[in-house]
């Protein structure tokens, strides 16, 4: 499995960052995994920020929850990651990934990462 994310480095405050995770061998909508987005602010540790389901429910992190959002196109194999009213606090290396659900859960692929920088 392979996981890429995409979307602009730069955003400026007050607007909505976006981006996508592009998915490679193997399906979003497969039981027992969760697609999810974790970033790492700069100097700090990883940050979950939500998932998605392979059935298309979503969780988030409640302290993120009123300003994100995380949608899936199962014709791309793609999910995408929505962060409103953004400022330079949301700059970080944003992460996808794929979480499994067995006897434990393991975040078992990761995209590379994208760095966001919100500054206007």
């Known amino acids: 499995v392979q996981l890429q994310e995409s979307g602009p480095g730069l955003v400026k405050p007050s607007q909505t960052l976006s981006l996508t995770c592009s998915v490679s061998?193997?399906?979003?909508?497969?039981?027992?995994?969760?697609w999810f987005w974790i970033r790492q602010p700069p100097g700090k540790g990883l940050e979950w920020m939500g998932a998605?389901?392979?059935?298309?429910?979503?969780s988030y992190n409640s302290s993120l929850k009123s300003r994100t959002s995380i949608s899936r196109d199962t014709s791309k194999n793609q999910f995408t990651l929505q962060l409103n009213s953004v400022t330079p606090e949301d700059t970080a290396v944003y992460y996808c990934?794929?979480?499994?659900?067995?006897?434990?859960?393991?975040?078992?692929?990761w995209g590379q990462g994208t760095q966001v920088t919100v500054s206007s």
């Open positions: 990934g794929r979480l499994k659900w067995d006897n434990s859960v393991t975040l078992d692929y």
């Open positions: 061998g193997g399906s979003i909508t497969t039981n027992s995994y969760w």
């Open positions: 998605i389901t392979a059935s298309g429910g979503t």
